[in-house]
């Protein structure tokens, strides 16, 4: 959803149960954050940024996670910063939200036995925070390894056919995923897998296609954008301990497939 559709639809459908935007940093690519902050500030909502995929990205020279009222970022093992299994966190300059948050994060409480909210128990262990810890030194390097293998992709794949990432003015991408597009999608799957390449589809369905949210009574075709690029995309391998050549035996095996 474009900042524009996004006040028209605040225009149309504003209600007390809306209480908040949430604007994905996708692949890696920072969101155009400064008109959905104004959208936000003007009908006084809550901003809060899913940077999970975007360690160390950046909005017009600021670190996301750090422009919204809330920041949320994704330890999965295959995140730019991961651990070695599943975290989290949330950070804010707030200190009324990181409160709420901290009590969140532990059964509700204030104070210890003392729950005062609902809560959950969904504190980070002491081990994943130590290599969170190390690892977080190295984040920056590694995020300089994924743009230049991705400026390798775009160069490579430059008179093939297929749709390469774009990288905003505004935004310095980290390139959690590198997503191409096709009208081929399955077809060049296919083509790859049997030339030993492997590739995947992030995310194969649109949400509001899920049976989860039928209850919301989108239908085909209330979503096109989303529709028509969840039949195109194809994410092509990119980690920091991935070679040149690797990415240049994938990118031929697409040129043969054009």
């Not at 809330?70 to 300059?93: E, H, Q, R």
């Not at 369905?205 to 529709?227: M, Q, R, V």
Request: hydrophobic residues 35%; charged residues 30%; positive net charge.
């Amino acid at each position: 959803m474009s900042p524009v559709r996004l006040e028209a639809y605040l225009k149309k459908h504003r209600t007390k149960k809306i209480k908040a935007v949430i604007p994905v940093h996708l692949y890696g690519h920072p969101a155009d954050m400064e008109p959905i902050s104004k959208i936000t500030r003007k009908y006084e909502l809550k901003l809060i940024e899913d940077a999970c995929q975007a360690h160390g990205a950046e909005y017009k020279g600021k670190k996301v996670g750090s422009i919204g009222d809330l920041g949320c970022f994704s330890f999965y093992p295959t995140k730019n910063l991961g651990a070695y299994g599943d975290g989290g966190i949330v950070v804010t300059d707030n200190e009324e939200l990181a409160i709420k948050i901290r009590m969140l994060r532990n059964y509700g409480e204030k104070t210890k036995n003392y729950s005062v909210i609902d809560g959950f128990n969904s504190r980070l262990d002491e081990l994943q925070a130590a290599i969170l810890r190390i690892k977080m030194n190295y984040l920056t390097q590694w995020n300089e390894k994924r743009r230049n293998l991705a400026a390798l992709y775009n160069s490579l794949l430059r008179d093939t056919g297929v749709k390469t990432p774009v990288e905003k003015s505004y935004a310095k991408h980290v390139y959690h995923l590198y997503v191409i597009r096709t009208h081929k999608r399955d077809e060049l799957r296919e083509w790859l897998r049997s030339r030993g390449v492997a590739s995947h589809i992030h995310y194969p369905l649109p949400i509001h296609f899920h049976p989860a949210h039928k209850d919301l009574n989108y239908i085909k075709g209330s979503f096109p954008i989303a529709e028509k690029i969840s039949t195109e995309i194809l994410s092509l391998a990119i980690f920091p301990e991935q070679d040149d050549c690797q990415i240049e035996y994938i990118c031929k095996a697409i040129k043969e497939f054009s």
